[in-house]
Every structure is written in C-alpha cells, then in structure tokens.
C-alpha cells in the first residue's frame, strides 16, 4: 500500500501547489519585484524600506497600467511547471523517505507514533535535497518572465529558457541552486513543525481528527517561522536568477552576499520581506489545505490506474 501511498500523496502535492499558485501568484509577483529591486545603502534608516517598497509600487502601477491584471500572473506558466514538478518530486521522496523511518519505527520503541523530530528533519533533508536542482531551470525562467514586466517585455516559458540557454549559457539555468540547496533547510523547518503538530494532533484525537482546515493553519504557522529563518538566502537566491552574464563574472554565494551587504547595507538581504510573508504563508497554507483535500481522492485514482493496468497485463 506504501508505494501506492507514496504517488498518491506526490499527485496530491502537485495539485495542491498548482492551486495554491494560481490563488497567490500576484504576491509571488510582488514579492519577487521587492526581492530584485535594490535597495541605496546610503540612505538612513527606514528610507531604503520606503523606496523599495515606493519601487516595488511602482513596478505594480506600470503592470496594472500596461498589462492590466493579468500581468500580475506573468510567469505563472513556469512558476505551475515549476511548482508541480517541485511538489511531485519532493512529496514522492517526502512519502517514500519517512515509510522507511516509520516501518523501522513499527519494530522499535517508537511503535505506533509518527515520524520522531531528528527523522523529521532527516526527511525533510533528503526530500529537499533530489528536487531543488530538478527544478530549479523553471524558477530561474519564472523569474526572469517576472522581472521583464519592469521593462515592459512579454514572453512565455520555453522562449525564456531558450534565450537563457542561448544568451548566458545553459549554467545560467542552475544559478542560485547553491542557496537552493541552503534552502532545502525552509522547508526541513516548515515540514519539522508540521509533522510534529500533526502527530500530537493524531495521538490525541485520531487519524481523522486532522482535517484540511488544520492543515490550512498549521501550514501557515510553519512557513511563518522558516521564511523568517531563511529569507536572506530567498533574496540571493532571487538576485542570481536575474543576473545576466554580460553583467559580470558569476559570483559565488559568498561573494553576492558580501555585493549586497556592500551596496545596500544588511537591509539589502532584507528587501520585501513583508510582502515575502504574506505570500509564502499564504501559498503554503493553501497548499496544505488542497493537499489533505485531494488526497483520498488521489488514493483512488492511483488504485484505479493500477488496477486498469493490472487487467490489460492479465489480456
């Protein structure tokens, strides 16, 4: 049942993350303008935070003005491509990861709970790890479609990846996977608080006591402490994205923090970190809710593609 479980919960992931997407996306939109926009590390304090965000306004305002709403969701093609096979991948190793703990669990002395906080972590690690290099040429491309809006430009996925591949070269498509590997430590963090709430929740009221309105909120709360944890590696990561190469050498990691400390001050690390927030708790929020929606629903799905599959063996 383990593996059928496994893909049932990868499908559900997919989903979840696809819709949570599509309901955020004009934050994501936001958030990655505050992100890539600079911040003037001469100015005192509070006013880089007043003009980036007075940038971040105005790049919102010129979206509206010539692209109408729906610019808001430039990129969304790529952030769905990406975020779909980011949620497949990471949930089918998430799920495959923490049978194995839980079966090792079933002999030990922590027979019938859930996954202990370190296998936890250890999961989180794993999962993380096997899906941020995968999917990391759809963000880079997601950014990029984003950023472009700045400059009035319009284009679609694949075009975007071609002229990354053609302009700056096909490693242009796993800058900042670096800090997306330092990352994989947001969602051990998220994933850490969600499991351990989960099973306290379990333990005391049952399997079924844990709906999709718990997950909603439970998600939130873990996403909340894990962006505010990580959010300097969420910027450089974004940065390197948009950095072309006829800007210059890549920069290592150290190096474009040590940049952006030096032009903009620590608060360049910092840059959009409000709207940050509210888009990443959001999204997650809502893709645990659909998560927990979808699942029984993937469940079957699955049984029922292995059960066709089985009786055209049998012909």
Request: aromatic letters at 10%.
């Amino acid at each position: 049942m383990s593996d059928v479980e496994e893909i049932a919960h990868a499908i559900a992931g997919a989903g979840g993350g696809a819709l949570s997407m599509v309901v955020t996306y004009p934050l994501v939109t936001l958030s990655t303008l505050a992100q890539t926009t600079k911040k003037s590390k001469e100015a005192k304090d509070g006013e880089s935070d007043v003009k980036i965000t007075n940038a971040t306004k105005e790049a919102f305002n010129k979206i509206i003005h010539e692209k109408g709403v729906l610019g808001l969701y430039s990129g969304l093609e790529s952030a769905l491509y990406g975020i779909t096979l980011t949620n497949f991948i990471y949930y089918y190793f998430y799920e495959l990861t923490s049978n194995v703990f839980l079966r090792a669990n079933s002999t030990g002395k922590r027979k019938g709970k859930g996954l202990s906080t370190l296998q936890s972590i250890m999961t989180g690690a794993i999962a993380g790890a096997v899906t941020c290099v995968g999917s990391n040429p759809f963000w880079v491309a997601n950014t990029r479609t984003m950023t472009a809006q700045k400059e009035g430009k319009s284009t679609n996925t694949f075009r975007t990846l071609l002229e990354i591949i053609e302009n700056d070269g096909i490693l242009t498509l796993f800058a900042g996977v670096l800090p997306a590997l330092v990352l994989v430590i947001n969602p051990i963090i998220q994933y850490t608080i969600f499991e351990q709430i989960k099973n306290l929740i379990v333990a005391k009221n049952g399997k079924k006591s844990f709906t999709a309105v718990k997950a909603f909120f439970i998600g939130a709360f873990g996403k909340l402490i894990a962006t505010s944890l990580t959010y300097p590696y969420i910027t450089l990561k974004s940065r390197m994205h948009v950095r072309k190469k006829q800007e210059g050498k890549q920069l290592s990691m150290i190096e474009e923090i040590k940049k952006i400390i030096h032009e903009e001050g620590i608060d360049g690390l910092y840059g959009g970190l409000n709207v940050k927030l509210i888009q990443s708790i959001s999204t997650a929020a809502f893709l645990f809710y659909f998560k927990e929606e979808l699942l029984v629903g993937s469940v079957k799905l699955v049984e029922i593609m292995r059960l066709l599959k089985f009786k055209k063996t049998v012909v």
